[in-house]
């Protein structure tokens, strides 16, 4: 089993620049059936990951 532990001390590194994730910013698509926001490094701008879809069905 994978054990998560919640820190305040490490820092993340974004895995395209290799500088420290002090801010995640975010960009909400308008897709056909829902939202989606994609989530990118505050210092290089490259794409970290996109949420998965929430349809209106989901509220």
Same mark, same amino acid.
């Given at each position: 089993?994978?054990?998560?532990?919640?820190?305040?001390?490490?820092? @993340?590194? #974004? @895995?395209? #620049?290799?500088?420290?994730?002090?801010? $995640?910013?975010?960009?909400?698509?308008?897709?056909?059936?829902?939202?989606?926001? $994609?989530?990118? #490094?505050?210092? #290089?701008?490259?794409?970290?990951? $996109?949420?998965?879809?929430?349809?209106?069905?989901?509220?």
């Amino acid at each position: 089993m994978l054990q998560v532990v919640e820190t305040e001390s490490d820092q @993340p590194i #974004c @895995p395209h #620049c290799e500088e420290p994730l002090v801010k $995640i910013l975010a960009r909400k698509l308008q897709t056909t059936f829902g939202v989606r926001f $994609i989530y990118f #490094c505050s210092s #290089c701008k490259k794409s970290l990951g $996109i949420s998965q879809r929430k349809g209106f069905w989901m509220g």
